[in-house]
C-alpha cells in the first residue's frame, strides 16, 4: 500500500504556516506589552499555541480514525491504549484552554494552581500509569499518583516559566527527543507510538517555529507552553503499557531527559528566590538564559549556547548508550556533566547589562 505521509506531511506544514501567518499579520489576537522584566522591547503577538496545539489533536484525531493511510502508528487495537490517547489528547486540551484564559485574565495563581492540580491528578487516577524509581520496583499506587502529581505540576509550571527566550523550548524538546530515543527505543524510535506523536507535533508548529525565530513575531503563550509541559511530561508514563517489550518501562531518572538545562536553571533559580524571601511566582529576569541575553552575546547567542550544550547531552548520550552503558550510571554521568556546565556558566556570566 502507497504511504500518503510524505504528502500529509506537506500539506499539514504548509496549513499551520498559513495559520500562523494569519494571526500574526491580523489586526486582532492576543499582544505581549514588553515591560522591564521582558527579553523582548516591542508588542509582539502571543498565544500562538491556540493555533498549533488544535492543529497538532486534529490530526492525532484523524490519523486514530484514518490509520491505513500513513505508515505511523496510531491505530492500536488495544481499547485501553485507544483511551489512553484520548484521555492524554483531552488534558493536552484542557491545558491549552486553561492557558489561552491566563492569557487574557492572567488568573491568580493558587486559582491556576488548584485548576492544574485537578486535571494532572484526574488524568493519573484514569490512566494508572506504570514506571520503575532508579531502576528499583514501582512505589504504591496512592503515593506514586499523589506524588506524580505534585510533580507533573511543578514541570509543567517549569516549562512556562523557561518558555522566555526565541526558539529556546522548541530546540530544547526537539534535542531531548533524541535522548528520549536512546532511553526508550520501542517507544520514541521510528515507527513508534513516541516518534508519530513528536512529528506530529513538530509539523503542526512549523508555522509557529517560522514566526517565534529571534527575533520572534509570534510567542506561543500560556496556551502553548502549558500544553506542551502536560504533553512531554505526561506521554512518557505509557511506555510500559503500550509498547510490546514489557521490559521497557519509564523510569522517573528518565525525566532528566527532557530539558537537563530547565530542570538546573530552574530549581536553583528558584531556591536561590525562596531563600532571597522573594515572590516565586513573580516575573523576573534572574535566569542563566536571561542573564546571557544581557550581555554582548544578545538571544542569538544564548539561543547558540544552550543548543549547543543540549547537544552535547545528547552526543553524550549517544556515545554511552553505543557502548552499553548501565543506564543509572549514564543518568549519572549526564547530570555531573550538565551541572558543572551550567555552573561555569553560572560564573562566567556577568549580571550587568553589558548590551
Known amino acids: 500500500m502507497v504511504s500518503f505521509l510524505p504528502p500529509m506531511i506537506a500539506i499539514l506544514a504548509i496549513l499551520s504556516l498559513i495559520l500562523h501567518s494569519f494571526y500574526v499579520h491580523s489586526r486582532f489576537g492576543v499582544k505581549d506589552v514588553p515591560n522591564e522584566r521582558s527579553l523582548h522591547d516591542v508588542v509582539t503577538k502571543k498565544s500562538g499555541g491556540m493555533f498549533f496545539i488544535p492543529l497538532f489533536l486534529l490530526s492525532i484525531l484523524g490519523l486514530l480514525f484514518y490509520p491505513d493511510t500513513t505508515k505511523l502508528s496510531f491505530a492500536p487495537e488495544n481499547l485501553s491504549q485507544r483511551t489512553d490517547i484520548y484521555l492524554l489528547l483531552a488534558g493536552v486540551f484542557i491545558f491549552c484552554i486553561l492557558g489561552f484564559i491566563d492569557d487574557l485574565y492572567h488568573l491568580s495563581p493558587k486559582l491556576r494552581l488548584f485548576l492544574e492540580l ?105 496556551s502553548g507552553s502549558l500544553a506542551l509541559g502536560f504533553f512531554v511530561m505526561a506521554l512518557p508514563l505509557f511506555v510500559g503499557k503500550w509498547t510490546e517489550l514489557k521490559s521497557e518501562v519509564w523510569d522517573a531518572t528518565y525525566y532528566f531527559y527532557l530539558f537537563p538545562y530547565f530542570w ?57 548508550t553505543f557502548f552499553k552503558i548501565p543506564n543509572l550510571f549514564i543518568f549519572l554521568t549526564l547530570f555531573l556533566f550538565s551541572a558543572f556546565s551550567y555552573g561555569i556558566l553560572w560564573i562566567l556570566i556577568p549580571r550587568k547589562n553589558l548590551a
Open 118 to 222: 485537578s486535571v494532572v491528578g484526574t488524568f493519573l487516577i484514569w490512566t494508572n500509569p506504570e514506571l520503575t524509581y532508579f531502576g528499583l520496583g514501582s512505589v504504591p499506587k496512592f503515593v506514586q499518583i499523589f506524588g506524580l502529581t505534585i510533580f507533573l505540576v511543578f514541570a509543567i509550571n517549569l516549562v512556562n516559566f523557561m518558555d522566555g527566550m526565541d526558539w529556546y523550548l522548541v530546540t530544547t524538546i526537539f534535542l531531548s527527543y533524541f535522548s528520549l530515543a536512546f532511553v526508550c527505543p520501542n517507544f520514541y524510535a521510528l515507527g513508534n507510538y513516541g516518534y508519530s506523536f513528536y512529528l506530529i507535533l513538530f509539523v503542526s508548529m512549523f508555522g509557529f517555529i517560522f514566526y517565534n525565530f529571534p527575533r520572534a513575531k509570534l510567542f506561543m503563550g500560556d
Open 264 to 320: 538546573l536553571d530552574g530549581i536553583f533559580t528558584l531556591t536561590k528566590r525562596f531563600f532571597q524571601k522573594k515572590h516565586l511566582f513573580s516575573a523576573h529576569r534572574e535566569h542563566l538564559y536571561q542573564r546571557i541575553t544581557e550581555t554582548k552575546l544578545g538571544k542569538i547567542g544564548s539561543l547558540l549556547i544552550f543548543f549547543s550544550l543540549n547537544l552535547s547531552v545528547v552526543s553524550i548520550h549517544l556515545v554511552l
